[in-house]
């Protein structure tokens, strides 16, 4: 287990309009606004893009991840942490559930998605920690560690 201590810091609302992707918006306004870390929640709608629904081989030594489409109008409802990676640029790793008509996906936004509507996000600053995204050999996916 990795670790580190912090305490919240600013808390920011934003309302994101419609068509415009996330994660991208949520990283260029953390970048903008000196936000190094933080907590971000999601709930709104999402009319399109894609999600990562799993790998196709849980075994295997490389992850080969299954995109899942998002097609039409959903809600949302997504959870993520901010962190900034080796290069010091803050990126979004956020998990959603996405629903229609009964029907839900779930997955990382991280291959992005376009609000429908409105999405509102709220940030939490977290201030103190030393964690960042730094890549993984084995897995080859970008892991929180110590900086």
Same mark, same amino acid.
């Given at each position: 287990?990795?670790?580190?201590?912090?305490?919240?810091?600013?808390? %920011?609302?934003?309302?994101?309009?419609?068509?415009?992707?996330?994660?991208?918006?949520? $990283?260029? %306004?953390?970048? $903008?606004? @000196?936000?190094?870390?933080?907590?971000?929640?999601?709930?709104?709608?999402?009319?399109?893009?894609?999600?990562?629904?799993?790998?196709?081989?849980?075994?295997?030594?490389?992850? =080969?991840?299954?995109?899942?489409?998002?097609?039409?109008?959903?809600?949302?409802?997504?959870?993520?942490?901010? %962190?900034?990676? $080796?290069?010091?640029?803050?990126?979004?790793?956020?998990? @959603?559930?996405?629903?229609?008509?009964?029907?839900?996906?779930?997955?990382?936004?991280?291959?992005?998605?376009?609000?429908?509507?409105?999405?509102?996000?709220?940030?939490?600053?977290?201030?103190?920690? =030393?964690?960042?995204?730094?890549? =993984? @050999?084995?897995?080859?996916? @970008?892991?929180?560690?110590?900086?």
């Amino acid at each position: 287990m990795h670790y580190s201590e912090g305490k919240i810091g600013r808390i %920011f609302t934003l309302r994101l309009e419609d068509g415009e992707r996330v994660p991208d918006c949520i $990283e260029r %306004f953390a970048a $903008e606004h @000196a936000v190094k870390t933080g907590l971000c929640v999601l709930l709104g709608g999402i009319g399109g893009g894609n999600i990562v629904a799993g790998p196709r081989d849980g075994d295997a030594p490389v992850i =080969d991840p299954i995109l899942h489409p998002v097609i039409g109008a959903h809600e949302v409802l997504g959870m993520g942490t901010l %962190f900034p990676n $080796e290069a010091g640029e803050p990126v979004l790793h956020m998990h @959603a559930a996405l629903g229609r008509d009964g029907d839900t996906r779930t997955g990382c936004i991280r291959p992005g998605l376009d609000v429908w509507l409105v999405g509102e996000v709220m940030i939490l600053e977290i201030l103190g920690t =030393d964690m960042l995204r730094k890549k =993984d @050999a084995k897995s080859g996916l @970008a892991l929180l560690a110590k900086e």
